[in-house]
């Protein structure tokens, strides 16, 4: 037996949006994803500075350079 569609459903009414707002369009559907890509390259580099410098605490040259600076 096929399962009939609700068109009325919440899930169909944002489907709907989303393929006329973002994929109907190349245009659009492609400066979607370059800037998604771009956002979550940003995110993701943020994230792992931040891992990065918390496990790496006071070994790094800026947690050191005050005892090898020579101040003029």
């Given at each position: 037996?096929p399962v009939?569609?609700?068109?009325?459903?919440?899930?169909?009414?944002?489907?709907?949006?989303?393929?006329?707002?973002?994929?109907?369009?190349?245009?659009?559907?492609?400066?979607?994803?370059?800037?998604?890509?771009?956002?979550?390259?940003?995110?993701?580099?943020?994230?792992?500075?931040?891992?990065?410098?918390?496990?790496?605490?006071?070994?790094?040259?800026?947690?050191?350079?005050?005892?090898?600076?020579?101040?003029?």
């Amino acid at each position: 037996m096929p399962v009939q569609s609700n068109n009325g459903s919440a899930a169909n009414k944002f489907a709907r949006f989303g393929y006329n707002t973002i994929v109907k369009r190349n245009s659009i559907f492609l400066t979607t994803i370059f800037v998604s890509a771009f956002a979550a390259e940003m995110v993701f580099d943020s994230v792992s500075d931040r891992i990065w410098d918390n496990i790496n605490k006071g070994r790094q040259w800026k947690d050191i350079a005050h005892k090898y600076e020579e101040s003029e």
